[in-house]
């Protein structure tokens, strides 16, 4: 087993990864150095491109930065990142006349999804739900109705929406028109 990621990729790469997310998640190299277990210098010369880590080491920094060692590792292709206008299949449930289309592919480990939603004119309110996270909703065509812990929300194109998804909430289109949502949120089943 290679012990350190030299052939996985390339020293300034792995660290200018590292050091892009520690800036963004505007971390010291201090910091990011005792939660991996690893010492500050140490860190240092990963993130200039003088060191290489170990598995174990990576692993450590992956950890304080709160993500997996995939993310340094991996390098984006079209079928981990880009799903294509033409390649788009809807599909629905037996309980709704909604349309859903996946806008993210289905690959583990990610903590979005985005989905397509095409609902029918005139439609019926939702069963009201709640579950672990949060969502996010784009109106682009169309105008619907958002119910939010008892609340009403009409919503035309345009318009958006965030919540936790722990309130109760429904949606429905009273419109005369199809309308088209985007949905985002933590993975979950509809």
Same mark, same amino acid.
Request: aromatic content about 12%; proline content about 0%.
């Given at each position: 087993m290679v012990s350190t990621l030299e052939n996985v990729h390339s020293s300034s790469e !792995? =660290?200018? $990864? +590292? %050091?892009?997310l520690r800036q963004r998640l505007k971390r010291t190299l201090d910091e990011t150095a005792t939660a991996a277990g690893i010492s500050k210098p140490f860190l240092s010369q990963v993130e200039r491109g003088l060191a290489s880590p170990s598995l174990t080491s !990576? $692993? =450590?920094i992956a950890g304080a930065l709160g993500v997996t060692m #995939?993310? &340094? @590792?991996e390098t984006p292709s079209e079928e981990r990142s880009v799903c294509r206008a033409d390649q788009l299949k809807f599909f629905s449930f037996a309980n709704s006349a909604? !349309? &859903?289309? %996946?806008l993210t592919n289905s690959t583990g =480990?990610? #903590?979005l999804e985005? +989905? !397509? @939603? %095409?609902l029918p004119p005139g439609q019926r309110r939702s069963e009201v739900t709640t579950h672990a996270g949060e969502e996010f909703l784009y109106v682009i065509? =169309? #105008?619907m109705v958002l119910t939010l812990e008892g609340k009403t929300f009409e919503l035309h194109a345009g318009d958006s929406a965030h919540y936790e998804s722990t309130v109760p909430h429904?949606?429905?289109n009273n419109g005369n028109i199809e309308t088209m949502v985007v949905w985002v949120g933590t993975p979950r089943l509809f």
């Open positions: !792995l =660290g200018s $990864k +590292i %050091r892009a !990576l $692993k =450590g #995939q993310y &340094f @590792v909604n !349309l &859903f289309a %996946r =480990g990610r #903590q985005s +989905i !397509l @939603v %095409r065509a =169309g #105008q429904a949606w429905m």
